[in-house]
């Protein structure tokens, strides 16, 4: 536990764990209570309500049943979610940012796409990649270690919240976070490597501390979240440009496939909703119908 007095190492008593019985009693990013006896034996009294949570579904053990399932809280009272992605080295799958963004979605929480290496194409190519979802709303952040671009954009970005940074490896995230703050992205590279397994087999949430305010999240977890989450009849309202548009299809159950007069179908056809979106919505709700189907 991190107060203004320093780190100290605190217990959970048994009071806690019988009233949080559907959910983490306690994660990373909690503001709580603590009874302090000395720096190893201390207790958790009280656990502040959250404003927000980064979580998922814990399924029960066996065949799921949805009146046992518990809630896996990755981080308690994020701000923002931070998806990193590269112009190029590595090429970047926008499937995979489609995947983040209902993630986000999911857990009403604002996203941030950072756009990294901008050096390596220019920033006009990159705005051609990333565009489409500035368009529909979201907050877009071109970026260059190398070149010195956007960095006090993304520092201002980040001031004062705590924000869950994540992107695969190579998209530069650890260069990224040493030009903000000297030494933090090998502080985050060190605590996420300490499986062996690399950096997205983090097994716990860690927050780093920020010089501008506000902390950074590194946590396991995210590339999974949309599995295990969404109804496929749901998924639809995960996506922004899809959602507003869903009322005025024919059909109450429509699926958005092939069904007479569909309104998202139209907005394909008339360039409200980018095909490319439209594709990966097609491709998730294949893919969670599958997953449905095997879970019942």
């Not at 503001?31 to 579904?57: H, P």
């Not at 705005?127 to 709303?137: E, M, R, S, V």
């Not at 979201?138 to 960095?151: H, P, Q, R």
């Not at 095909?275 to 919505?281: A, C, E, G, H, N």
Request: proline share 4%; net charge negative; with cysteine.
């Amino acid at each position: 536990m991190r107060t203004a007095e320093g780190d100290f190492i605190a217990t959970i008593p048994g009071r806690l764990k019988k009233e949080r019985l559907e959910t983490d009693i306690v994660a990373a990013g909690d503001r709580v209570t603590i009874s302090i006896q000395d720096r190893d034996t201390n207790l958790i009294e009280a656990v502040t309500e959250r404003k927000s949570v980064l979580s998922r579904v814990r399924p029960s053990a066996g065949a799921r049943n949805l009146s046992s399932d518990r809630e896996q809280v990755l981080v308690a009272n994020p701000d923002q979610l931070v998806f990193v992605f590269s112009v190029k080295n590595p090429t970047p799958n926008l499937r995979k940012l489609d995947r983040f963004l209902v993630v986000a979605e999911l857990n009403t929480l604002p996203a941030v796409i950072c756009v990294n290496k901008v050096d390596l194409g220019g920033v006009e190519h990159a705005q051609q990649q990333f565009q489409l979802y500035a368009d529909i709303g979201y907050e877009v952040i071109y970026t260059s270690v190398k070149a010195n671009i956007g960095l006090d954009a993304l520092r201002d970005c980040l001031r004062g919240k705590l924000s869950v940074l994540t992107g695969s490896s190579g998209v530069g995230k650890s260069s990224l976070l040493n030009a903000l703050q000297p030494g933090l992205g090998l502080q985050v590279r060190e605590v996420s490597g300490t499986t062996g397994k690399g950096l997205h087999t983090t097994r716990h949430t860690e927050l780093f501390p920020l010089d501008v305010g506000g902390y950074v999240a590194d946590t396991p977890g995210i590339r999974g979240l949309a599995l295990f989450d969404v109804e496929p009849t749901e998924l639809d309202g995960y996506f922004r440009e899809i959602a507003p548009l869903v009322a005025s299809c024919q059909f109450n159950d429509c699926t958005h496939t092939h069904e007479p007069k569909c309104a998202v179908v139209a907005g394909v056809k008339n360039g409200r909703i980018h095909p490319d979106r439209y594709q990966s919505y097609l491709r998730l709700r294949e893919e969670h119908e599958k997953l449905d189907e095997a879970l019942y």
